[in-house]
């Protein structure tokens, strides 16, 4: 039981903080930098654990961002619930086409290993990463057997309900509060949060986008923002973005965080600095 146990917990660190803290907070928002294997590494998490190629993921996120809950947005529940869960990803009310897609990521289009996951946005880039998932899973069963198989399959699907409840549950005024009047219908919702490794502090998120920590007080825990500490802590990340005084202030939160005093790091009350905040990173 206990390998089972401990597989289960590995798989779902490694697969869950590939979504949130590897294709969220570091490829769509760049909220701070890692190495370059380093990035790979965390990012193959969100691969493998289903979540499609990265230029894929982050065009779709970035186009949330910039029409969140209005015409355009590819997976508001205000298209329907079912839609916002899960139905966009086969049947999307938003295509992009690939020149959309080059001007959405330009920064992914400049990695090779990214551009050949793309697959020339053609529809394969599903069904490459689809085989990965199952080759990766193969390897998994015959190295270390069918128990830890199992763990590998629930850890990946709990990791991936994780954005899935972000995206529709995180956009439901029914749940949760909001902390910074934005333009759509994101919430920060707690049990939201406890699934998908503190992303449903998503009112937060949508006032400051390009802030690497989601969870902003005491009680708004969030194990991503832990991660990315901890990163910093070792010398992996660096230049890491967080509010301050309604600036970007890269280099003295990054020292701060290097000083384990993010007391630094003032949130701004009101939301004009949210507003500031929001264009800054859509810049
Ligand atoms: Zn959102
Ligand atoms: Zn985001």
Known sequence: MAPFIAALAIFYVYHALGITVGYHRLLSHRSFKVPKLVEYFIVSGAYLSLEGAPIFWVTTHRLHHKYSDHK????????????????????????ISDAESRQLAPDLYKDPLYRFLHCKHSNLDGLLCLACCIAYRAVIYFVFGPTILLANLIASFFAFLGPLLVNSVGHLRQFGYETYPCKDNSRNVWFVAMFSMGEGWHNNHHAFPFSARHGL???????????????????????????????????????????????????????????????????
């Open 72 to 95: 355009g947005d590819p997976h508001s529940p205000l298209d329907g619930f079912f839609h916002s869960f899960v139905k966009w990803m086969w049947n999307p009310i938003v295509k």
């Open 217 to 283: 007080t005491r009680t708004e825990f969030d194990p991503s923002w832990l991660a990315i500490k901890l990163l910093n802590t070792v010398g992996l990340a660096k230049d890491i973005l967080l509010i301050g005084n309604g600036e970007c202030a890269r280099s003295r939160v990054s020292e701060a965080i290097s000083r384990n005093d993010v007391s630094e790091v003032t949130i701004p009350e009101d939301s004009k600095l949210s507003t500031e905040a929001t264009e800054l990173t859509r810049k």
